[in-house]
């Protein structure tokens, strides 16, 4: 029984230091995403065209959606798989309808790419799992 408990801290410690990890590479990879939508530069009233900005995004969005993304994925195809849909299935759902439609922008569709809404959404959620979810209670 102690012996199970001993794995079990291991697995628990082993998740939370992913958690980290990914938290701190989607956090590095969102600045230059917020820095480069044009969103955000015209909040800020900074009314610089960047080129090739949209592709950068994407490019850095790839990699924090599918990175990032990972333990959401996971969970969302838990949560499927229990036919119990839940908090996984919710940001699993945010972070694909943001990307996606970015995507489509991008490529010729009509509106702005929300790729710091897939940056910022990811990256808090993974922060928020990395630092809250495995917590002792």
Do not use: Q
């Not at 809404?117 to 799992?129: K, S």
Request: hydrophobic share 40%.
């Amino acid at each position: 029984m102690e012996h199970a408990h001993h794995k079990h801290h291991g697995h628990h410690k082993s998740m939370e230091k992913d958690f980290r990890n990914r938290f701190i590479v989607s956090l590095i990879l969102t600045v230059p995403i917020i820095l480069l939508s044009e969103t955000i530069r015209g909040l800020l009233g900074i009314n610089i065209k960047i080129p090739y900005g949209d592709f950068v995004s994407t490019f850095i969005s790839t990699i924090i959606f599918f990175y990032g993304g990972y333990p959401f994925f996971k969970g969302f195809k838990d949560e499927m798989v229990k036919r119990s849909p839940g908090m996984m299935t919710l940001i699993t759902l945010a972070i694909t309808v943001a990307y996606v439609y970015s995507i489509a922008v991008v490529i010729g569709f009509k509106g702005s790419p929300f790729f710091y809404v897939v940056g910022t959404l990811d990256r808090n959620e993974v922060g928020n799992g990395s630092l809250t979810g495995f917590r002792k209670t």
